[in-house]
């Protein structure tokens, strides 16, 4: 399956399950809404004081696992999937990043992980992809929603 489309796709079974969230969470409202627990109508969000959450407000929670929004890919992950070969198994050249976005989907992320490093060597890798996480922040991309084709066609 070309990364594109694999992509597509992740992305639009994330907004089908949002979708099917919100198409439940207005059945319960309407559900209690006859039973005189709630007024119908839409859910309001409230307001947290910002002190709470150490100056922060949030009114969205946006979870971006397949990099729809932000480039964790680029800037976090395969960064630290190279930074792992460097020390683990410096007798191996990387893949390009082009190939990694492959190999996460073909065989999968823990497949071919598995096929580069012994068990001993996969609680290290984790280690060294948690450090990087904690480390970086990765940036969004450019455009509407922050989204982008990875087709590099568009």
Known sequence: MPVAVAYAVAGFSLALLVAASLKAEQALASVRARQGQVRQG????????????????????LLDHDD????????????????????????LVPVSLEEWFRRNHDPGVSAYLKLLFTSEQMVQEHEIWEKAMEQKIPAFYEGPFGGRCRCRKC
């Not at 839409?42 to 929670?61: E, N, Q």
Request: aromatic share 4%.
């Open 42 to 61: 839409p859910t309001r969000i409230p307001k947290v004081p910002a002190t709470a959450m150490g100056g922060l407000r949030f009114r969205l929670l």
């Open 68 to 91: 729809t929004t932000v480039k964790g890919t680029e800037e976090v992950h395969y960064p630290a999937h190279v930074e792992s070969l460097r020390i683990l198994r410096p007798d």
